[in-house]
């Protein structure tokens, strides 16, 4: 329900700057803005959890100063696991509607999944080995899904260039099994910095 609600005040806000911006402005310029096809940026929190590489590339217009993109990141760390070492990977996914406010600022909202792939301890018991002890732990690996929605400001000029964006990015585990001790959404701030050509 929460999720829901946020995406309709989200959307209808959005709406509501792409139909008056111009307007406020007095902008009567008809020339269509020309915008960065990509962009690539390093982010701290957010759907990386910890921090994420990320791609980003324009997917199609949606006006005169609004665009859709879909970007795929990247984010290694050490896992947390005791019986030996390992490394935990997550590949966040998004898609996002960027506003052109003026000059150099954008507001975006976007949503979309990350892949967690982590290891856990387990210990195997069955009938073979129920005789044998101790027995040996070993590490299984772990695949699932959380998703994430973020609204974020970010400064770089419409052509590209330097960019830096800040924002919060709900997160919602509610679907990973392994995750039933933490709150099924918790809210998480993002920034990073990047480059768009």
Do not use: C, W
């Not at 929460?2 to 020339?31: C, H, M, P, V």
């Not at 069955?126 to 590490?139: G, K, T, Y």
């Not at 995750?179 to 918790?186: E, K, L, M």
């Amino acid at each position: 329900m929460y999720f829901k609600f946020l995406t309709l005040s989200l959307s209808l806000l959005l709406s509501a700057i792409s139909f008056g911006q111009d307007r406020l402005e007095g902008n009567l310029d008809t020339a269509t803005q020309v915008y960065s096809s990509n962009n690539i940026y390093i982010e701290l929190g957010g759907k990386g959890l910890f921090y994420s590489v990320n791609y980003e590339r324009k997917l199609f217009s949606l006006g005169e100063k609004m665009f859709a993109t879909g970007s795929l990141g990247f984010s290694l760390f050490p896992g947390m696991t005791k019986v030996q070492n390992s490394m935990d990977v997550m590949l966040p996914f998004s898609i996002s509607i960027h506003k052109h406010l003026k000059k150099s600022h954008f507001l975006v909202f976007g949503t979309g999944t990350t892949f967690y792939r982590y290891m856990i301890n387990d210990i195997e018991i069955s009938n073979e080995n129920i005789d044998l002890q101790p027995l040996i732990a070993r590490l299984k690996p772990i695949n699932e899904f959380f998703g994430h929605v973020n609204l974020e400001y970010r400064h770089q000029k419409p052509k590209g260039g330097f960019m830096f964006k800040a924002g919060i990015t709900p997160l919602f585990f509610k679907k990973m099994q392994n995750f039933q001790g933490i709150n099924s959404a918790q809210l998480s701030g993002n920034i990073g910095i990047g480059y768009g050509f």
